[in-house]
């Protein structure tokens, strides 16, 4: 923001720079009047912002000043004019209480606890009323809730404190008659701890004790850890169990430092005799309630050397003749065992091998070769062809020329005639045929092939087997092969030479 003050001078040349301040009504310091070095203009600037709901106007004195004067003068010519600057109110977004809410809650607390509150209120003077929302990008597991209205918000899912310990989302505030003004505050959430998590051993103990150690030497100490954290600190109490008290074999002793060292309570651990103990501790904590587990120790009897130095931990066998170790036993039984394995094998091969060739139905054939010695007995169905269809078809109209007489010349055929006189037409014969199979429900199936055999009859010429006829060459007439046209009277006149020749 700025403004311009002018001031007119009537002289000229050099001795026209002028230079301004603001002599009363800014003691806040909010604005301040810097001198244009080219038009010697006074540029009125703000130092500070502005608040409109503070202060809504201003009601400065600025005095102009001449630098230079002329000697005689008496001093540099001064003259003051008043400003008057006006606020405008503008829309700004809500203003929480504070920048930063710390909040806490207990990791026991049940769901819809209330946690705190968080308000904020529009700086205009309208006052508009303000709505209340959780950034879900900062509770992606949507632990929290908000009331829109008031601002408090509330516990959505049980926390557990030895998981997340803080919880920091985002709540944004919006006005509600313009939507894009908005502001937001952090509110860190710390989840406080309650004693709910039992105290345990720091790690999975496994002691060893030597055969030949002396009564009172610690085995083993141990320690133990709490996922909780009390504000007084730690301090755990370490005890046996009942039905320990009186355990003839070992005893604690505390360290007053939360650890506790085991003890032996004589030299006569043998491992031919016994090879592992356990020993089980109860730990307790104190908290509020007290929170108690049971841990066991597992202490492992092992030969060692005369420095207490471990050796050996396995057991030997010393039942076994000629001084056989574990080791030694272990390798004759895997030899026992693959032998077994071997013969189980065979015997099993031999037997699958020694199997009749014998088709189950959960077998699949088709993996199967299977060999027959035994002779087919032929075709069943004899009547799955009709041998009638070769017959000729002048049985069918009961007309049986005799093949030993030569036919009688009727009359010569004429172009396009297919049957003779007392013939059967082709396609009438297979009609019938047709209608014969489609009729008779002993016929074959529709996907048989039906085969029919057919003599074509009716020519004049006769049969042209030699089979078929008695008479000799010199009987014959061949006259009519000239009147059979063009193709067949070169045919007629070499036989009609030929009847000529045998007649001389």
């Known amino acids: 923001m700025g403004g311009k003050v002018k001031a007119n001078d009537r002289d000229t040349g050099e001795n026209s720079k002028s230079t301004y301040g603001i002599v009363e009504g800014d003691d806040q310091g909010v604005f301040e009047i810097i001198t244009d070095s080219q038009t010697q203009e006074g540029i009125l600037q703000l130092k ?6 503070s202060k809504r106007a201003y009601n400065l004195k600025v005095e102009a000043t001449n630098v230079r004067s002329e000697p005689g003068s008496g001093g540099p010519f001064k003259d003051t004019a008043t400003v008057k600057i006006t606020v405008e109110d503008s829309d700004e977004p809500p203003v929480f209480s504070k920048p930063i809410y710390q909040l806490e809650v207990n990791e026991n607390a049940p769901i819809n606890t209330i946690i705190g509150t968080v308000t904020a209120r529009d700086p205009d003077s309208t006052g508009s009323q303000v709505r209340y929302f959780i950034d879900r990008h900062t509770d992606l597991e949507r632990q929290f809730n908000i009331n829109v209205d008031d601002g408090k918000i509330t516990l959505a899912k049980l926390l557990d404190r030895e998981t997340d310990m803080w919880h920091n989302i985002t709540v944004t505030a919006t006005e509600v008659r313009n939507h894009s003004q908005i502001s937001r505050a952090i509110v860190a959430i710390r989840v406080m701890d309650i004693n709910d998590n039992a105290p345990e051993f720091a790690t999975e103990y496994e002691a060893f004790l030597c055969e030949n150690g ?55 651990f ?11 501790i109860i730990v307790t904590d104190n908290g509020h309630p007290p929170m108690s587990s049971t841990n066991t120790l597992t202490i492992r009897v092992c030969g060692c050397s005369k420095d207490g130095i471990v050796q050996s931990c396995n057991v030997e066998a010393y039942v076994l003749p000629i001084g056989l170790s574990m080791g030694a036993l272990i390798a004759i039984l895997a030899c026992i065992v693959l032998l077994l394995v ?4 065979f015997v099993t091969l031999r037997r699958h091998k020694n199997e009749p060739l014998i088709i189950k139905d959960d077998e699949d054939v088709r993996e199967n070769i299977i060999r027959y010695d035994d002779e087919g007995g032929g075709e069943e169905d004899t009547e799955a062809f009709d041998i009638a ?6 049985g069918i109209n009961g007309y049986l020329p005799r093949k030993d007489i030569k036919p009688d010349l009727q009359f010569m055929p004429r172009a396009g005639q297919h049957s003779g006189p007392n013939g059967v037409d082709v396609d009438e014969f297979i009609n019938v ?19 029919y055999g057919y003599e074509g009859r009716g020519s004049i010429a006769g049969s042209l087997s030699s089979l078929e006829t008695t008479s000799s060459d010199s009987d014959q007439n061949y006259d009519y092969l000239r009147e059979w046209g063009p193709r067949f009277r070169r045919l007629g006149e070499l036989y009609s030479v030929g009847e000529s020749d045998r007649e001389t």
Do not use: C, W
């Not at 269809?389 to 002048?394: A, E, G, K, S, V």
């Open 48 to 53: 500070k912002p502005l608040d409109y709901e």
């Open 214 to 268: 002396k009564p009172g030497q610690v085995i083993q100490t141990v320690s133990a850890v709490d996922k909780d954290d009390p504000i007084q600190g730690h301090y755990f109490n370490y005890r046996l169990v009942p039905e320990m008290l009186n355990n003839p074999n070992f005893t604690i002793k505390n360290n007053q430092d939360n650890s506790i060292s085991v003890l032996a309570k004589h030299d006569t």
């Open 270 to 280: 043998r491992r031919q005799k016994q090879e592992m103990y356990f020993l089980p």
């Open 342 to 345: 071997i013969v189980v094998l």
């Open 433 to 451: 045929r047709l209608h014969e199979a489609d009729n008779d429900p002993t016929a074959p199936p529709y996907d048989s092939i039906q085969i």
């Open 389 to 394: 269809t070769l017959q000729n078809p002048d």
